[in-house]
């Protein structure tokens, strides 16, 4: 018997498998189921896009009893002035040719007018959503960055005192809305400390200014990070608890291979599958958090744009925000079943 046998670190040889761990590369058919689920997939993710379109349309006259022209020029317009917007925008034409045209408008990235702002609903999204984004982007890798560590390292010393403790802490961070966090932080870092502004800049911002001075975006930033780390970290744990229990370990640690490379080699990466379907699943969630920090901090972006056209009755950018929001979660609905399906070979026999 060799030396690699006794400390048994041949028994998993590289590229070897184990009992539930990651599989081998996908084989031919795989790779025709997987086109296959593809096609599936795109096909239901534009039937839903199809019906979030049929909805938001419908919410237009829903929550306008009077008409879209009466809702959008307001108490002041008369019944000329009306009828006039109604038949220039075509809100006088039968129902369903209403809805074509707007199908028609969504393809040209048309998405209204804001009378509340004076410009088109697609470029005042577009001037905000990039900031929006740079702020959730930042949120989200900062938070899964602490968050999945802190989790592996609960479900490794599960029971102790150190798991008990941060479980607490997530707790109560998770229960605990934004918009009171992001006072404690205010109070915090910028009346006590005053080591960074309390309030982003407002007005027509753009990311590199905001990125020239990053001391405006720590508040936001942390304030947002918070509530995903104590989200995130509670699904690592559990998904490492699931795999720990899992006959591939138990084989593994029977036949001399090391804990620790054990966790390393597969169960991190078998614990990040249901992860990463989570974060499809968690935009609609996020961009619910962002209302809440642009409008704390004043940060010039979608949210606060939501925020202050709900204030204002703007309701063409409203129902524009609404209908990207639905399309980017579905979309990223559709990316997290792609990559479950592609990492992890578990998967694979439910897909045929």
């Known amino acids: 018997m060799n030396a690699a046998a006794l400390t048994g670190d041949a028994v998993v040889a590289p590229g070897a498998d184990l009992p539930g761990a990651a599989g081998p590369r996908p084989r031919a058919g795989w790779r025709t189921t997987y086109r296959w689920y593809l096609v599936k997939r795109l096909v239901q993710a534009l039937v839903v896009v199809a019906i979030v379109t ?14 879209p022209g009466a809702g959008i020029l307001g108490m002041q317009a008369n019944a000329q002035q009306i009828d006039a917007f109604n038949h220039a925008h075509g809100y006088d034409l039968p129902v369903w040719r209403q809805y074509v045209n707007y199908l028609g408008q969504i393809a040209r990235g048309d998405l209204g007018v804001s009378f509340k702002l004076n410009m088109p609903v697609s470029a005042a999204i577009a001037a905000s959503l990039p900031k929006t984004l740079l702020l959730a982007a930042l949120c989200m890798v900062i938070a899964l960055v602490v968050a999945l560590p802190m989790g592996i390292f609960q479900a490794v010393r599960r029971g102790r005192f150190a798991d008990y403790a941060l ?12 918009f009171f966090l992001g006072l404690i932080v205010i109070i915090v870092f910028a009346q006590k400390l005053r080591w960074v502004p309390a309030i982003a ?70 614990s990040l599958t249901p992860v990463i379907a989570m974060l499809g699943y968690y935009l609609p969630v996020m961009f619910g958090g962002m209302l809440v920090v642009e409008s704390l901090f004043n940060y010039p972006g979608m949210g606060l744009l939501f925020w202050r056209s709900a ?19 579905v979309v990223g609905s559709l990316l997290a079943d792609l990559l479950q399906a592609a990492l992890d070979p578990r998967t694979r026999g439910a897909l045929r």
Not at 54 to 67: R, T
Not at 206 to 218: E, I, M, N, Y
Not at 226 to 249: H, P, Q
């Open 167 to 178: 479980t607490a802490l997530n707790f109560v961070v998770y229960s605990t809305p934004s």
């Open 54 to 67: 049929v909805i938001v349309f419908s919410l237009l006259h829903l929550a306008m009893p009077d008409g």
């Open 201 to 270: 800049p407002g007005g027509n911002v753009t990311v590199l200014q905001l990125l020239s001075d990053p001391r405006v975006l720590v508040l936001p930033v942390i304030t947002g990070t918070l509530g995903i780390v104590a989200t995130f970290s509670r699904y690592m744990r559990s998904a490492t608890l699931d795999n720990l229990s899992e006959d591939y370990v138990r084989t593994a640690r029977s036949k001399g291979t090391s804990r620790g490379r054990v966790i390393v080699r597969h169960v991190v990466r078998n």
């Open 311 to 329: 204030q204002q009755g703007d309701y063409p950018v409203l129902l524009g925000c609404i209908l990207i929001i639905a399309i980017a979660t």
